[in-house]
């Protein structure tokens, strides 16, 4: 069972670059969702969504853009990549279940470093 | 500034020693999630808790939410090495799941 697939693993990239980090998941799941992680920080979301066509912005979401043309593609884009973007990126989807979140399931990250 | 608190940051124990570690929140929750994290992989849940005051077990893990659903803490009988990981909480509404900073565990045998 593949569950949530990230690609790239690993990327590195220079200022000013731009690039697309891709999430797929084969469960049906409405709902995706990007997150960073840093030191000390935890997880921070980016953006989500609930459905094909439907998406909203996190904690963090300047800088980055997605999409959701279908159910199981939800990628991630950097318009201009920055020093600040450096961080691992995960990707997460679950079952809605009304106002309560079900059970996230993770990727295993793409650690992105700008330099 | 987070919206959920992990206390303490860091903990290192030996094997066999007990524990207790903490989420804490100034906003109220339908439910909260704790999950544990390996180096180099994504975090997986080990527990849903929905119902104020609500304690949950997981063999030697034992879960609570506080009775104003603000708070949980995390309780671990007898740790192992292989307890060892970043125990995050996660809370939020209508899938804005948000998660605090992580508590790193390390179990010495």
């Known amino acids: 069972n593949a569950g949530v697939t990230q690609t790239p693993k690993f990327q590195v990239l220079k200022t000013g670059q731009s690039m697309t980090l891709q999430c797929a998941q084969d469960m049906n799941h409405e709902y995706m969702s990007w997150y960073r992680q840093d030191p000390g920080m935890g997880l921070r979301l980016i953006h989500y969504s609930v459905g094909a066509g439907i998406t909203d912005q996190g904690e963090v979401p300047n800088g980055y853009n997605v999409s959701r043309s279908t159910t199981e593609d939800f990628p991630l884009r950097l318009l201009s990549a920055a020093p600040s973007q450096t961080s691992v990126y995960f990707c997460a989807s679950t079952i809605r279940r009304g106002r309560r979140t079900g059970e996230l399931f993770f990727g295993e990250g793409s650690r992105l470093t700008v330099l | ?109």
Request: net charge neutral; charged share 20%; glycine share 12%.
């Open chain 2, 1 to 109: 500034t987070q919206l959920l608190e992990q206390s303490p940051q860091f903990l290192s124990i030996q094997e066999g020693e007990n524990l207790t570690v903490y989420c804490n929140s100034s906003s109220v929750f339908s439910s909260l999630q704790w999950y544990r994290q390996e180096p180099g992989e994504g975090p997986v849940l080990l527990v849903t808790v929905v119902t104020g005051g609500e304690v949950k077990k997981l063999k030697r893990l034992t879960f609570q939410f506080g009775d104003a659903r603000k708070d949980s803490s995390l309780h671990i009988t007898a740790a192992q090495p292989g307890d060892t990981g970043l125990y995050l909480c996660a809370g939020g509404e209508n899938n804005d799941m948000r998660f605090g900073a992580g508590t790193r565990l390390t179990v010495k045998p």
